[in-house]
């Protein structure tokens, strides 16, 4: 069946850093774009960061030149660089697969920017 397990989030100081990673199974990850997306409680879910299969990254403009996406189609992965955290990055962060009519979501991985 298809899975997205998104994982390494977790509490970081302003300033800090962050790697998440998504795993992915159960489909043909090389044909379909990879999405990092997030979402806190009462504001709707906000797209963060994109890769498509064959094409440049794409970056919400708040995040521009602090993250990086990535991914390793071997291996099935995408992963999301966070760098320089800010205390409105705080949310849970998703991972989403999609190609044309068909998206994957994964359960979302909580990441905490306090001191």
């Known amino acids: 069946q298809v899975t997205l397990v998104e994982s390494g989030g977790g509490l970081v100081q302003p300033g800090g850093s962050l790697r998440l990673s998504c795993a992915a199974s159960?489909?043909?990850?090389?044909?379909?774009?990879m999405d990092w997306w997030r979402q806190v409680p009462g504001k709707k879910r906000e797209l963060v960061a994109s890769?498509?299969?064959?094409?440049?990254?794409n970056y919400g403009d708040s995040v521009k030149g602090r993250f990086i996406i990535s991914r390793d189609n071997a291996k099935a992965m995408v992963y999301l660089q966070m760098n320089n955290l800010k205390s409105e990055d705080t949310a849970v962060y998703f991972c989403n697969a999609w190609q044309m009519d068909t998206n994957y979501w994964g359960q979302g991985t909580q990441v905490t920017v306090s001191s």
């Open positions: 890769l498509m299969t064959g094409g440049t990254p």
């Open positions: 159960g489909f043909p990850f090389g044909a379909y774009c």
